[in-house]
């Protein structure tokens, strides 16, 4: 972020460009004397944003949607939102193919980073997405602590051990060398010539360990990061609550959304809770009318908003899912997060507040 002040003088123009501290001055005409009032003050900000297909941009002709893609219509004119958020990626595959170096690369002083990873992450899950995605929580100790073990790299060659014995009991693949094939592939494809491995209980890294890389490199260019916590997945009880299990936020008490606060309070990171607003807000929808904020699992995803994606609903063979959102559901989690941001009263996210405006956006209801 830089503060670019102009300041206009009766007998000259007088640029000055300044970041905490450090002062350029561009003179545009003879100086004479300068008048000490200022025209004009404005902030320019980049806000970047570091997660999966929750958070990602989407065409306008999908029906699926991310928060993300809607942010930059709660912030001021003069304040850019970069999503680099991407479908299927983890906290360590986002490091692994090199878009954590991207967002390094250009990340600035009083820039902001906002950090969503968890479903992908989610070791409960089966192990299919062992090798590029998983990451292991590690065992917490008697207070429910989950550890910080530093992430070890390793050659582009290696396959974990337990992945390719877990491959070789299923027997739903003939084909095991051909996966085992693609699987070296997507190694080799990573831009570095080691990378962050899968590990058990996250012994070559663990997830609080990687989301602190995303803290620690904001920091270290003196941008300010910010922790979200993962919308809930719209998995109900039959009481009518948001479920706990496996391949749900890591089960055990939605462990990876306590791991994230965790680290957020060991790194003294502000923590915006979009866990339990999703939640509270799932709730009060309820299972039954749950599908009309929700993506299509089955069926065509693709059409002009609502008319299309309401006629897609409406067919007998089209099944909603419970991990996305369409274009409505996505758009009130953005409004949600935004009054997280209005709500947190931490010094560290006062620059952040004073780029969020009132905005008239409004995205249609499918019902």
Not at 215 to 236: C, G, S, Y
């Amino acid at each position: 972020m830089q503060c670019v002040v102009v300041c206009n003088t009766l007998l000259f123009n007088v640029l000055l460009i300044f970041a905490y501290g450090s002062c350029v001055c561009a003179h545009l005409a003879q100086v004479r004397y300068v008048q000490e009032t200022c025209a004009e003050m404005r902030i320019i900000m980049n806000i970047y944003l570091a997660g999966d297909s929750i958070v990602q941009n989407y065409t306008d002709e999908e029906f699926i949607a991310g928060w993300g893609q809607y942010l930059p219509y709660y912030v001021n004119k003069d304040t850019k939102v970069v999503n680099c958020a991407k479908g299927g990626r983890s906290s360590r595959l986002f490091i692994n193919e090199g878009r954590f170096d991207e967002i390094e690369k250009n990340i600035g002083e009083g820039d902001y980073l906002l950090i969503e990873f968890c479903h992908n992450d989610d070791a409960s899950k089966e192990y299919k997405t062992m090798f590029n995605r998983l990451v292991e929580l590690g065992e917490p100790d008697k207070n429910g602590r989950f550890p910080v073990i530093p992430g070890e790299k390793v050659s582009k060659d290696y396959i974990p051990e337990e992945y390719i014995e877990a491959l070789m009991k299923d027997d739903s693949i003939k084909d095991k060398e051909s996966v085992i094939q693609s699987v070296k592939a997507v190694n080799n494809s990573y831009p570095h010539d080691t990378y962050y491995p899968y590990s058990k209980n996250g012994e070559k890294g663990s997830y609080k360990w990687f989301i602190k890389q995303y803290i620690d490199m904001a920091r270290e260019h003196k941008a300010i990061p910010i922790l979200v916590t993962a919308p809930a997945r719209t998995q109900f009880t039959e009481d009518g609550k948001i479920e706990d299990g496996r391949g749900l936020h890591g089960g055990n008490n939605f462990a990876y959304i306590r791991a994230m606060k965790q680290i957020g309070e060991e790194t003294h990171t502000v923590v915006l809770d979009l866990f339990s607003y999703s939640v509270a807000m799932f709730e009060s929808i309820g299972q039954a009318d749950i599908h009309k904020y929700t993506s299509i699992k089955r069926g065509i995803n693709k059409g002009k908003w609502p008319d299309d994606f309401i006629k897609e609903l409406n067919k007998p063979d089209t099944v909603s899912e419970n991990t996305h959102f369409n274009k409505y559901g996505a758009w009130l989690l953005t409004k949600g997060l935004v009054s997280l941001i209005k709500q947190c009263s931490d010094k560290q996210i006062e620059g952040l507040k004073g780029v969020i405006t009132d905005s008239g956006f409004s995205v249609k209801k499918p019902f």
